[in-house]
Nanobody
């Protein structure tokens, strides 16, 4: 049973920073990639960023480039999302995603609210 547990969400003012963490645990054959999605109220879940565990290749949306940085720790099976210069439109539930053995897994989500 694979589990993804996120942490680090919260309430922050515009221009502030947060760091999200996600830990993968359980029976894992191989972790191919880990990343983050987000879902704002009334909207679909959208891709934010991902990192391939072997190559370190990063994919990221243009709206977050220059503000968000994704990183990973393969040994600990963790992925992080450093979010700087946060904007109100970044408000959403952020979900961790992992491709493990070709199967996608989701965390339970962590709320990020950017508000003055």
């Amino acid at each position: 049973q694979v589990q993804l547990v996120e942490s680090g969400g919260g309430v922050v003012q515009p221009g502030g920073s947060l760091r999200l963490s996600c830990a993968a645990s359980g029976s894992m054959v191989r972790v191919y990639a880990m990343g983050w999605y987000r879902q704002a109220p009334g909207k679909q879940r959208d891709f934010v960023a991902s990192i391939a565990t072997n190559s370190g290749t990063i994919a990221q949306t243009d709206s977050t480039k220059g503000r968000f940085t994704i990183s990973g720790d393969n040994a600990k099976k963790m992925v992080y999302l450093q979010m700087n210069a946060l904007k109100p439109e970044d408000t959403a539930v952020y979900y961790c995603h992992a491709n493990i053995g070709g199967v996608g897994y989701w965390g339970q989500g962590t709320q990020v609210t950017v508000s003055s």
